[in-house]
């Protein structure tokens, strides 16, 4: 029997609300901690990226605060975590139709931009703050913002703050709520200090998982090109992004990104770069460029492994393979949301191989490596159809996301049959209230305006 959004317990107002962006059913994250978390509860929620988990806790947040007391200036009554600033615009992209139906106001704050603008959202009355750490200190520090009054905090991807070393800001922010406010956390792995917060911080909290910690992302296919040496590795990455759906290529550091971002452009493959030498302004206009098909090729650094959140995304690859395997998980989350498929290619040199095989063990993917060229029907079979090439006098962004883009028609998306070209199709099975299952998930939701997607239709994704 199908669960509706109604059987578990969301206001009507809301639920009309899903409607109208084209979520009709719930995905199995929503279904498993909203009971929990519309009655109060605190939570910790536990999935892999595109499970569903910003609007499993969009939703009871704003549910819980509509109708409450009116807003007062730099006193949030929500608020939510976030540890790029990539991922807090998308999560406002998904909580922000739900808060306007609860008459609720939502503002974000993040650092690379000007605290003008973010001061006068406070200054009129935000009810809900979606926030990176360091800016919010910052603000909390100048006297812009308290967080006395907040009835729901929310620290979404708290591994990954884990990992960039916000753990300690967090801990202070944390201890800047009331301790009678509901507290819900999300994370892929409870490793390096996580656990640390949910022992502190969550009141008797209840666990819900859809799948292993360590399992590789939903309805994936994986490969691993082994190339003889760097000329054919460049061939070879020209010819993966020439195909006429999106595409992620992942780079070691920014210089190489940047560059590569150009030279496929001046090639007649449109692309535009993202990493953190970029200006927030830049960020922003060359991932709606990205988003909106203009660009077919964004090529990052590991800034983009998390946050990033764009529908159809057909094909990650590695060309630079990741330091360890959690950085190969989370790139490769790029693709195959929301229960679509994707492949994800690993670009190997012969020096790579041992490395490699280690990041692989560690991922839990077996895959059996191929030597290719360019041209091999491996390659060309999952490139599928070229794109036409756009002249340079048309590129649509700059590499340094200077520039406006011109639009570009996309074409349909090809799927290989799995097991071709190397490729390891992961098995199916999810595994819910921390039971285990193979390596597809049953969850699978993409991040965006839209938030899920209706019955046989794609839309917009919320993560």
């Not at 306007?100 to 959202?121: D, H, N, W």
């Amino acid at each position: 029997m199908t669960t509706s959004f109604s059987d578990l317990g969301v206001p009507r107002t809301l639920v009309a609300s899903l409607n109208d962006s084209g979520i009709t059913a719930p995905f199995p994250i929503q279904v498993d901690t909203l009971p929990d978390t519309l009655a109060g509860r605190d939570v910790l929620g536990r999935g892999r990226t595109g499970s569903g988990k910003t609007l499993a806790f969009s939703i009871p947040l704003a549910a819980r605060l509509a109708g409450g007391t009116a807003r007062t200036t730099g006193h949030p009554r929500g608020l939510v975590l976030a540890p790029t600033r990539e991922l807090a615009t998308q999560i406002a992209a998904v909580v922000e139709p739900l808060a306007r139906t609860a008459g609720l106001r939502v503002t974000t704050i993040f650092g690379g931009v000007s605290q003008s603008r973010q001061v006068e959202a406070l200054r009129r009355g935000a009810d809900i703050v979606i926030a990176c750490p360091g800016r919010l200190e910052d603000l909390m520090r100048q006297g812009f913002v308290k967080l006395d009054q907040v009835e729901v905090t929310i620290l979404d991807e708290a591994d990954h703050m884990a990992d960039l070393g916000f753990l300690p800001g967090v801990t202070r922010i944390l201890n800047a709520t009331p301790q009678t406010g509901q507290r819900l956390l999300f994370s892929a792995t409870l490793d390096n200090g996580v656990d640390k917060l949910v022992k502190r911080f969550l009141h008797n909290p209840v666990m819900h998982s859809v799948d292993e910690a360590n399992s590789p992302v939903a309805a994936m296919t994986h490969h691993i090109f082994d190339v003889a040496g760097v000329d054919a590795k460049k061939a070879l990455v020209r010819t993966l992004a020439s195909g006429t759906g999106r595409r992620i290529l992942f780079m070691r550091t920014k210089h190489q990104a940047r560059k590569l971002a150009k030279q496929l452009t001046d090639s007649g493959i449109p692309a535009v770069d993202l990493h953190g030498n970029l200006s927030q302004n830049a960020r922003d206009r060359n991932l709606a460029a990205f988003s909106s098909g203009e660009a077919r090729v964004l090529v990052a650094t590991d800034v983009a492994a998390r946050g990033v959140h764009v529908d159809d995304v057909e094909l990650v690859v590695h060309v630079d393979p990741p330091a360890e395997h959690k950085a190969y998980l989370h790139r490769s989350g790029r693709t195959a949301r929301a229960g679509s498929a994707g492949d994800v290619v690993t670009v190997v040199l012969p020096e790579q191989r041992r490395d490699l095989a280690v990041i692989m063990r560690k991922a839990a993917i077996t895959v059996t490596p191929v030597k290719v060229t360019a041209d091999s029907e491996h390659v060309l079979e999952l490139v599928g159809e070229i794109a036409p090439h756009v002249p340079p006098t048309q590129k649509p962004v700059a590499a340094t996301g200077s520039s406006r883009p011109q639009r570009n028609g996309g074409g349909a998306r090809r799927r290989n049959t799995p097991g071709q070209g190397g490729g390891s199709r992961q098995g199916a099975g999810a595994s819910r209230q921390g039971g285990s299952g193979g390596h597809r998930s049953s969850a699978g939701q993409g991040a965006g305006a839209a938030g899920q997607r209706r019955p046989q239709r794609r839309t917009s994704a919320a993560r």
